[in-house]
């Protein structure tokens, strides 16, 4: 059974940075994809950005260029480092895996629907 437990939340002064982590384990599929969510209070979740088995992204244009998703040599670890981050970003953090799946995330980020593995989340607080 697969599953996801993030790490690396915490609190942040406006411009600061931070690095939230995703460990994949009990599967061993060569293609997938994962994804960032987040959910503030009172608000959908939201996509935040994908990455394919490829190694192909696509951003949230909230968080473009200033957010920036990779998956660990063996690709079992997803990170998401979000940089100059503002109030706005503050939300819980949640990775999603879709597995297997060979569909590329070229110029498309996934709704929640799209995947079948969450995460419990993580709280990132920026004042």
């Known amino acids: 059974q697969v599953q996801l437990v993030e790490s690396g939340g915490g609190s942040v002064r406006a411009g600061g940075s931070l690095r939230l982590s995703c460990v994949r384990s009990g599967d061993s599929y060569s293609s997938y994809c994962m994804g960032w969510f987040r959910q503030a209070s009172g608000k959908v979740r939201e996509g935040v950005a994908v990455?394919?088995?490829?190694?192909?992204?696509t951003y949230a244009d909230s968080v473009k260029d200033r957010f920036s998703i990779s998956l660990d040599n063996d690709k079992y670890i997803m990170y998401l480092e979000m940089t100059n981050l503002t109030p706005e970003d503050t939300a819980k953090y949640y990775c999603?895996?879709?597995?297997?799946?060979?569909?590329?995330?070229?110029?498309?980020?996934?709704?929640?629907?799209?995947?079948?593995?969450w995460g419990q989340g993580t709280q990132v607080t920026v004042s």
């Open positions: 990455i394919d088995s490829d190694g192909d992204t």
């Open positions: 999603a895996a879709n597995a297997p799946s060979t569909r590329s995330v070229v110029n498309w980020l996934p709704g929640p629907d799209e995947y079948n593995v």
